[in-house]
């Protein structure tokens, strides 16, 4: 948890604004590998 996001995860626990900024971090970059994994699939079948 602190490598990935600088937070200990009794901070990450106890502190709600926190959780979420590193939740909306998290979508973001599923969102973005979703993104990437789709495009290599298409230049993989084209």
Known sequence: ???AHGVG???YKQEH???MQ???KREKE???SQQMTS???RK???
Do not use: D
Request: no cysteine.
């Open 30 to 32: 599923y969102v973005a």
């Open 17 to 19: 604004e926190i959780r």
């Open 9 to 11: 995860y009794e901070r």
């Open 39 to 41: 495009n290599l699939g």
């Open 1 to 3: 948890m602190y490598g």
């Open 22 to 24: 590193i939740e909306k």
């Open 44 to 46: 993989i079948h084209t």
